[in-house]
């Protein structure tokens, strides 16, 4: 079994380099809502809106072989439910992966809206369930569920979904969804189940990802603690009857050799926002147990970028840069795909890669890294040596 | 004056002139038997479905003159926002009118997409709220709200979709909806709610209308009759201190002749073979229930000579109707006869352009 490999659709603008915040892509700027970059400003003046840069992206990707795209969603962002239809007419192999918390909207809205999708695309859509963060952002959202009732109603969601995804009639008396005599109608009803993507690092969230997920996601975490991670998922999957398979997100920096790839990140270490520090500092009000294994990683003392280095070529402080995760690969062309075998060797069965810019670093990995990847035909070949 | 003329999009089938069958251009999955025979080739395979069709219709009305088009909510169809967004990227000038139920899901969640939807389509969303159909179809739904709470989730739907795109810190606790120190920041913050239509004849409904809607929409009545609900409209918005837009959704037949157009109706009818007891075309008004299916919304249909659709659209705008939702199978071809030998007369009658988006 080959494994897949996604990119990201940056969703709130991006900068043209990992190492500084000017110019940015889009008509977002962290700290500065009247910046404006003229023709990639996005806001629409010149004719052309942020979607007309997205879909540059999503391009760059597909014509350079990875599966599709990570469209992630946060309180900043815009949103995947719409920018999947809007580029699904003019993309040809992308696969858009949307990421979702089940809770806001009507199980079977999304099983109409999935399939419809589906049908737009010609069979391009796939999910990244996840379950929320919890605290204040929950509310934010206009959600009060406690944190191992989401999970519940993840559950009872996925279970809604597959049920009606076939036709019907399906009827189901949950705590959070009852319904009678439902199920998609002919011709949305032929329409392929999307692969499940599933985020979440409490033991709610495994379990509820065993019963339903294809793939367990994860960011990046130190190689033998994420191996650890990967093999639990799989028992407790495997005790269900079921096979599961895992997928690490990371955000990598590749370059020609190492010591240029370094070089690019002491360049946005040096340049790194007084504010972003104060954040790095304060303490994060959060229920995710993913981000509190992720801070886990921080280094006591920091007098420059190498502190953040927590194995070969594993980075601490992408957070730092961009936002998001904490952990990514760095190094020459082969030492990134190498470290990428790696983890295939470790049960990674998918990633979602992530480069700033997305455009140009689309073709730069597509190019350069993806043909060194091995993938899992080694993994065989070892099995029967 | 601005009047809006607004397509539908059929989302749930089309047929052809003279032919009530339904069917769904471009799809492959839907027929058994190939659409060819053997010793024909045929190249399409199963490159297109029916959202190749959908596609065009969009671009149709788009490039036929038309205001707007309006993306119905039928269970037995592709899902409207879907479909919505897909229509907007293949348009440039088109209000995308897209209608849900308010039991699709957490109104903050609707909002922060429309908000994204306006910045992409470069603000042509528009919402159009239903019901979400009878008690078996909410149940089919998984919708538990009773029917006396049908109007009021609405408003609590509108009311937190616009607070939170207020650009002011917004909480609220309803009886359906909350949420907690709320709005959208940075650049999603300027982007107004989509203006909202709703629906419906009763006197709440009305009432819902005055004081959270920017468009009413009233079933095709013939003009006299629905001047009073008209009138009433605008008596409750006035109370609420606000003002609301009438519209109608209607179907139209027209024809180069008042014969062919009654030649057509009748052939449509005959077709449909239900052979139901509605009567004859009442020649005087050129309004008839007759070719009503109830499914795609409209109560009645227009027919009858250009000249005579045209007149009786102008009569409609001088009793206050301000936002037409128009529809006729087939709808590509429609879509250019009803924009090209209609729609110019009934602007220039009424001094109204055309609106283009920005």
Known sequence: ??????????????????????????????????????????DGEDGYTYIDYLAEIAHAAEISGFQGGLIPTFPSTE?????????????????????????????????????????????????????????????????????????????????????????????????????????????????????????????????????????????????????????????????????????????????????????????????????????????????????????SFRPTTINSYRDFIIEPNVWSGFALLRGGQTNGIVGSYEQVAERLDQLVQLGAGAFILASTPHLEEAYRVGEEVLPLVRGSVETRLREVA | MTIEFIWQLPVAGDGRYGDARPTRRGERAESARPALSPGVSDPRGDRFNYFDYLHQVARAADLAGFDGIQVPDDPGADESWIVAAY??????????????????????????????????????????????????????????????????????????????????????????????????????RAYPLPPVYLSGSSEAALALSARVADVHIFDALPVAQLRPAIARLVTLAEQAGRTVAAGLRIDVLARETTREALFDARRVLDQSGTRRQVGDPALGSNHWQGLSSGRNGAAASLFGSYGEVRQRLVEYVEAGIGSFILGAAPHLEEAYRIGELVLPGVRSLVGSERRLAA
């Not at chain 2, 002011?168 to 909350?178: D, L, P, T, V, Y």
């Open chain 2, 87 to 188: 229509a907007a990227r293949a348009t440039r000038h088109v209000r995308i009118l897209t209608e849900f139920p308010a039991s699709r899901g957490s109104s903050v969640f609707a909002a922060k997409n429309a908000v994204s939807f306006q910045r992409f389509s470069r603000g042509r969303f528009a919402w159009q709220i239903g019901l979400g159909g009878n008690e078996p179809q909410r149940r089919w739904y998984g919708d538990p709200v009773a029917e006396a709470d049908l109007l009021p989730r609405i408003e609590e739907f509108v009311t937190v979709a616009r607070g939170v795109t207020s650009g002011e810190k917004f909480s609220f606790a309803g009886r359906f909806f909350e949420v907690l120190d709320g709005g959208f920041e940075g650049p999603l």
């Open chain 1, 79 to 295: 949103e995947p439910w719409v920018i999947a239809p809007f580029l699904a007419r003019e993309t040809k192999t992308f696969r858009f992966m949307i990421p979702f918390q089940p809770a806001f909207q009507n199980p079977v809205l999304v099983a109409r809206a999935t399939a419809s999708l589906q049908r737009a695309t010609g069979g391009r859509t796939l999910y990244n369930i996840i379950s929320g963060g919890g605290g204040p952002e929950q509310l934010w959202w206009g959600d009060s569920v406690g944190h191992d009732d989401r999970y519940t109603r993840t559950t009872e969601f996925l279970d809604v979904l597959r049920g009606v995804w076939k036709g019907g009639p399906f009827s189901y008396r949950g705590k959070f969804y009852q319904l009678e005599d439902s199920g998609l109608p002919d011709p949305l009803s032929r329409e392929d189940y999307p692969e499940i993507y599933f985020s979440g690092s409490s033991d709610a969230a495994l379990a509820s990802a065993s019963l339903h997920a294809d793939f367990y996601l994860s960011w990046l975490e130190p190689f033998a603690q994420l191996g650890e991670k990967f093999d639990r998922v799989k028992e407790k999957t495997a005790a269900l009857g079921r096979q599961i398979k895992t997928a690490v997100r990371v955000d990598i920096i590749a370059r020609p050799t190492e010591e240029e790839a370094w070089r690019e990140v002491e360049r946005g270490f040096e340049n790194i926002d007084k504010a972003v520090w104060e954040r790095y500092y304060a303490s994060i009000d959060s229920e995710s147990v993913g981000a509190a294994r992720q801070r």
């Open chain 1, 1 to 42: 079994m080959s494994i897949d490999i996604f990119w990201r659709i940056p969703t709130h603008g991006e900068p043209r380099h990992h190492r500084s915040r000017t110019p940015y892509r889009g008509d977002w700027f962290p700290g500065d809502e009247t910046r404006r970059v003229p023709g990639l400003g996005g």
